[in-house]
């Protein structure tokens, strides 16, 4: 390969200095865009970074209010469970109260049913007489005491029943709140999670998706309590 | 995607479409809207923390359910019932209550004035003057046919039949009404002691009309379920032969009379009882209410009827609980609710109308068994226990402005759980198939499940009241034939004089719709009695000998 020798042209110094500054600027111009870009994105995170704070500041703080809520929920529920157990409970012993005191009357009705035979075969002036009317006297009055007892505790029974339902009733509700709100919770831990993601892939749908899935999160909690 | 929000809103294209982002502006007061919502969320959870329960909205106006009650029954319809659908729903619902059924579509005649009505309870027997009259119109009308299938579902077809009307669910059911037999039990131990001692004279007596006097190998029966017209009429000669106590001997049978609802009803199933149905009931010379007619007219002959039963006033149910009330019946016909209010305990409040309610017992309607006997001397014709149901219905009245609530109310009533409550505390007969099938647990009481039980194998055999009843006027013929011959004094035999008079039957008379003013207030509030005080007395029925009058020689 044969070289050539180069001709030396004649450029004008004026030119090659324009030259170079053009391409200086062209460089700062890239520089600039580069730098402007850069502070753009850094703005653009730094405002990410603020609003999913914000929101994770609400979202937290509303996680743990409706926690309390829930927990509040729970324990009416299970008050009232444990009412309708206890009165429950009390009402087994009522009835065993109940039959007892039947059991007793129904020993004072056959020792009246005897009596009444016995008398059948006794003078009028037997002495006997006397005592069997005496017995029948203190039976019959035994009788009716007992009737008393057997209707109070009948009433107390009712009394009990009529509690164990209204609490079962009560505890259905609460159960069906508490269920309410743990919709809520979930739903808004899911939302806490979304918007928390914003902030590793940038995307800021997810940050309006995460808020939208929030809002339903509350809306959950919110009706909870209204729940009827 | 500018989050930042910061230039002017770009575009970028998705499938061919120019999509514009949301200008920057709009998006921040969107965060700002999220960011005071989100904070208004976390104070009312804040707050919710320290007022756990939601407070109520305003239930709005009173609104009212006529029912026929007394005023204890009421009451405890109010605190037990209606409080608690009023405390679940948020309604405002009471009761507004009238003695008499009769009553019932003059009140809401009354109400639609300035109450609203939002509900009615009618026996069948007044549906369709209600419909007709257009105080009433469909539940159809508020909720679809198939809600209401689903709704009350588990109460299967023929507990919702006595609501149809013209093919449609008209009403929802209510209850159903059956009458059972009252008695005292110590009367009838007495009675089966020593009711033979007037063997001959029942037997006379019978003679009469049969020839023969009671069937042949008759004894009273022991079982009272099992008991016949004979076994009534010898309990009923033996009463009105017995002095109690040193009083007179006097009556102590009886059934309502007069020419209403009560007293049809009970003249009628008498005749159903000796055999008549739906087509032979119609013509009043049947065999069946020539049967009926002797036996009645023999226990006016005898004097085993009270004269209260032939008096200008109809003998109603609520002179015929007065009459148990006092002791002076020791056994009548009455239905399952007045057998509860009669024995009291049902709930706290009900106290006992009579002075010894273990006393009082409850069973089915005898056995029909007519006079004449066959060759071997036993009843010519016999039918098992025999009563109507009363079928009663939730009316919507067309005046109501709260159509939804009374339904809401209907399905609340039954739950099994209510309806239970309601059949404890008021002697509804049971009629929910689950609460049926648990009856055994769901009502301990000796006595309360003696009176289902008797309502429920009366129910068995019964039938529903025949609309000819009213609408034909058939129950008011009978029971005007029954004054003309009962109180006519036509004789028992020949029983052609009594079937001369049913060949004359008169003219039906519409029912009779009493005003609130004609009602007596004597019946309006139980009075319960005073607790008897044990008897002092040295010679006391127990253990005294049998006191028998109007029977000569017949002293033991």
Same mark, same amino acid.
Request: glycine share 6%.
């Given at each position: 390969m044969?070289?050539?020798?180069?001709?030396?042209?004649?450029?004008?110094?004026?030119?090659?200095?324009?030259?170079?500054q053009?391409a200086?600027?062209?460089?700062?111009?890239?520089?600039k865009?580069?730098?402007?870009a850069?502070?753009?994105?850094?703005?653009?995170?730094?405002?990410?970074?603020?609003r999913?704070?914000?929101?994770?500041?609400?979202?937290?703080m509303?996680?743990?209010? %409706?926690?309390?809520?829930?927990?509040q929920?729970d324990?009416?529920?299970a *008050?009232?469970?444990?009412?309708?157990?206890?009165?429950?409970?009390?009402?087994s012993t009522e009835?065993?109260?109940?039959?007892?005191?039947?059991?007793?009357?129904?020993?004072?009705i056959?020792a009246?049913?005897?009596?009444?035979?016995?008398?059948?075969s006794l003078? +009028?002036?037997d002495?006997?007489?006397r005592?069997a009317?005496f017995?029948?006297?203190?039976?019959?009055?035994?009788?009716?005491?007992?009737?008393e007892?057997?209707?109070q505790?009948?009433?107390?029974?009712?009394?009990?029943d009529?509690r164990a339902?209204?609490?079962?009733?009560?505890?259905?509700?609460? *159960?069906?709140?508490?269920?309410?709100?743990?919709?809520?919770?979930?739903?808004?831990?899911?939302?806490?999670?979304?918007?928390?993601?914003t902030?590793?892939?940038?995307?800021?749908?997810?940050?309006?998706f995460?808020?939208?899935?929030?809002?339903?999160?509350a809306?959950?909690?919110?009706s909870?309590?209204?729940?009827? | /995607?500018? #989050?930042a *929000?910061?230039?002017?809103?770009?575009?970028?294209?998705w499938?061919?479409?120019?999509?514009?982002a949301?200008p920057?502006?709009?998006?921040?007061? %969107? %965060?700002?809207?999220?960011?005071?919502i989100?904070?208004?969320?976390?104070?009312f959870?804040?707050?919710?923390?320290?007022?756990?329960?939601?407070?109520?909205?305003? !239930?709005?106006p009173?609104?009212?359910v006529?029912?026929?009650?007394?005023?204890?029954?009421?009451a405890w319809?109010?605190?037990?019932?209606?409080?608690?659908?009023?405390?679940?729903?948020?309604?405002?619902?009471?009761?507004l209550?009238?003695?008499?059924?009769?009553?019932?579509q003059?009140?809401?005649h009354?109400?639609?004035?300035?109450k609203?009505?939002?509900?009615v309870?009618? =026996?069948?027997?007044?549906?369709?003057?209600?419909?007709?009259?257009k105080?009433?119109r469909?539940?159809?009308?508020v909720?679809?046919s198939?809600q209401?299938?689903?709704?009350?579902?588990?109460?299967?077809?023929?507990?919702?039949?006595p609501g149809?009307?013209?093919?449609?669910?008209?009403?929802?059911?209510?209850?159903?009404?059956?009458?059972? $037999? $009252?008695?005292?039990?110590?009367?009838?131990r007495?009675?089966i002691?020593?009711?033979s001692?007037?063997r001959?004279? #029942?037997?006379?007596?019978l $003679?009469?009309?049969?020839?023969?006097?009671?069937? +042949?190998?008759?004894?009273?029966? &022991?079982?009272?379920?099992?008991?016949?017209?004979?076994? &009534?009429?010898?309990?009923?000669?033996y009463?009105?032969?017995?002095?109690y106590?040193?009083?007179p001997a006097r !009556?102590?049978?009886?059934?309502?009379?007069?020419?209403?609802?009560?007293?049809?009803?009970?003249?009628?199933?008498?005749?159903?009882r000796?055999?008549?149905?739906?087509?032979? #009931?119609?013509?009043?010379?049947?065999?069946a209410? #020539?049967?009926?007619?002797e036996?009645?007219?023999l226990?006016?002959d005898?004097?085993?009827?009270?004269?209260?039963?032939?008096?200008?006033d109809?003998f109603?149910?609520?002179?015929?609980i007065?009459?148990l009330?006092?002791?002076?019946?020791f056994?009548?016909p009455i239905?399952?609710?007045?057998?509860?209010?009669?024995?009291?305990?049902?709930?706290?409040?009900?106290?006992?109308l009579?002075?010894?309610?273990?006393?009082?017992?409850?069973?089915? /309607?005898p056995?029909?068994?007519?006079?004449?006997?066959d060759?071997?001397?036993h009843?010519?014709?016999?039918?098992p226990?025999?009563?109507f149901?009363?079928?009663w219905?939730?009316a919507?009245?067309?005046?109501?402005?709260?159509?939804?609530?009374?339904?809401?109310?209907?399905?609340?009533?039954?739950?099994?759980?209510?309806?239970?409550?309601?059949?404890?505390?008021?002697?509804?007969?049971?009629?929910?198939?689950?609460?049926?099938?648990e009856?055994?647990?769901?009502?301990?009481?000796?006595?309360?499940?003696?009176?289902?039980?008797?309502?429920?194998?009366?129910?068995?055999?019964?039938?529903?009241? !025949?609309?000819?009843?009213? +609408?034909?006027?058939?129950?008011?013929v009978?029971?005007?034939?029954?004054?003309?011959?009962?109180d006519?004094?036509?004789?028992?035999? =020949?029983?052609?004089?009594?079937?001369?008079?049913?060949?004359?039957?008169?003219r039906?008379?519409? %029912?009779?719709?009493?005003?609130k003013?004609?009602?007596?207030?004597a019946?309006?509030?139980?009075?319960?009695v005073?607790?008897r005080?044990?008897p002092?007395?040295?010679?006391?029925?127990?253990?005294t000998?049998?006191?028998?009058?109007?029977?000569?020689?017949?002293?033991?």
């Amino acid at each position: 390969m044969t070289e050539h020798p180069v001709e030396p042209v004649a450029v004008p110094h004026d030119e090659i200095e324009r030259s170079i500054q053009t391409a200086l600027d062209r460089l700062e111009a890239v520089r600039k865009s580069e730098a402007a870009a850069a502070a753009k994105a850094a703005a653009m995170k730094a405002a990410i970074a603020r609003r999913v704070s914000i929101a994770a500041l609400l979202l937290t703080m509303m996680l743990s209010f %409706l926690g309390f809520v829930r927990s509040q929920s729970d324990s009416a529920e299970a *008050g009232a469970k444990a009412v309708v157990q206890q009165s429950r409970t009390d009402a087994s012993t009522e009835w065993a109260l109940y039959q007892t005191k039947t059991a007793q009357r129904s020993g004072f009705i056959v020792a009246e049913d005897n009596l009444a035979r016995e008398v059948l075969s006794l003078t +009028a002036d037997d002495p006997r007489r006397r005592l069997a009317r005496f017995h029948h006297h203190e039976y019959e009055a035994r009788v009716r005491a007992l009737d008393e007892d057997t209707r109070q505790v009948f009433h107390r029974i009712q009394t009990l029943d009529a509690r164990a339902y209204d609490a079962q009733k009560m505890a259905d509700h609460h *159960g069906r709140r508490t269920k309410r709100y743990d919709m809520g919770i979930r739903t808004l831990t899911l939302a806490l999670v979304l918007i928390s993601l914003t902030l590793l892939v940038d995307r800021a749908s997810l940050f309006f998706f995460g808020l939208l899935i929030a809002a339903i999160g509350a809306a959950s909690g919110v009706s909870g309590y209204f729940l009827r | /995607m500018n #989050i930042a *929000g910061r230039g002017a809103p770009r575009t970028r294209t998705w499938q061919g479409l120019v999509v514009r982002a949301i200008p920057p502006s709009v998006t921040r007061i %969107l %965060l700002m809207v999220a960011i005071a919502i989100g904070v208004a969320v976390d104070v009312f959870f804040a707050v919710v923390n320290f007022y756990p329960v939601a407070p109520h909205p305003n !239930p709005g106006p009173k609104r009212y359910v006529v029912m026929q009650m007394d005023e204890v029954q009421a009451a405890w319809f109010q605190s037990n019932i209606l409080d608690d659908f009023n405390t679940e729903t948020n309604s405002n619902l009471q009761v507004l209550r009238v003695s008499d059924e009769e009553q019932l579509q003059a009140s809401i005649h009354d109400a639609a004035a300035g109450k609203d009505v939002v509900l009615v309870a009618l =026996p069948e027997t007044q549906l369709a003057r209600a419909v007709e009259s257009k105080l009433v119109r469909p539940f159809t009308d508020v909720v679809s046919s198939e809600q209401i299938a689903t709704d009350f579902a588990d109460l299967g077809s023929s507990i919702l039949a006595p609501g149809m009307f013209a093919n449609t669910q008209y009403f929802l059911p209510r209850m159903t009404v059956v009458d059972v $037999a $009252a008695y005292r039990v110590s009367k009838v131990r007495d009675a089966i002691s020593h009711w033979s001692v007037l063997r001959p004279q #029942i037997d006379a007596a019978l $003679a009469k009309i049969n020839g023969r006097g009671l069937p +042949a190998g008759y004894e009273l029966g &022991l079982t009272p379920a099992a008991w016949t017209s004979y076994d &009534l009429f010898v309990l009923a000669y033996y009463w009105s032969h017995r002095s109690y106590s040193g009083e007179p001997a006097r !009556p102590r049978v009886a059934h309502r009379t007069g020419d209403e609802i009560d007293g049809q009803r009970d003249i009628v199933s008498a005749i159903y009882r000796l055999g008549a149905n739906d087509i032979t #009931i119609a013509n009043p010379e049947n065999r069946a209410a #020539i049967d009926m007619f002797e036996w009645e007219a023999l226990y006016r002959d005898e004097g085993a009827y009270p004269p209260e039963m032939f008096a200008e006033d109809p003998f109603d149910d609520e002179a015929v609980i007065e009459q148990l009330k006092s002791g002076e019946l020791f056994f009548a016909p009455i239905d399952t609710m007045e057998a509860f209010r009669l024995h009291g305990g049902a709930h706290e409040a009900a106290a006992a109308l009579v002075d010894d309610p273990a006393d009082l017992e409850f069973t089915s /309607m005898p056995r029909g068994a007519t006079l004449a006997l066959d060759g071997k001397g036993h009843p010519l014709r016999q039918r098992p226990s025999f009563s109507f149901h009363e079928d009663w219905v939730w009316a919507l009245p067309t005046s109501t402005h709260a159509t939804t609530v009374g339904y809401q109310l209907v399905k609340f009533l039954w739950r099994p759980e209510i309806h239970t409550r309601e059949c404890e505390a008021l002697g509804m007969l049971p009629l929910h198939p689950k609460v049926v099938a648990e009856r055994v647990s769901r009502f301990r009481l000796d006595w309360i499940s003696h009176v289902f039980e008797a309502g429920l194998e009366q129910a068995r055999y019964g039938e529903r009241t !025949p609309p000819e009843l009213v +609408a034909k006027g058939v129950g008011s013929v009978y029971a005007q034939l029954w004054i003309k011959i009962v109180d006519g004094k036509i004789a028992p035999v =020949p029983e052609t004089a009594i079937v001369e008079a049913l060949h004359a039957p008169p003219r039906p008379k519409p %029912l009779a719709v009493r005003e609130k003013s004609d009602v007596d207030p004597a019946h309006a509030v139980d009075k319960p009695v005073p607790e008897r005080s044990v008897p002092e007395t040295e010679n006391e029925d127990w253990e005294t000998s049998v006191v028998l009058e109007r029977v000569t020689g017949a002293k033991k």
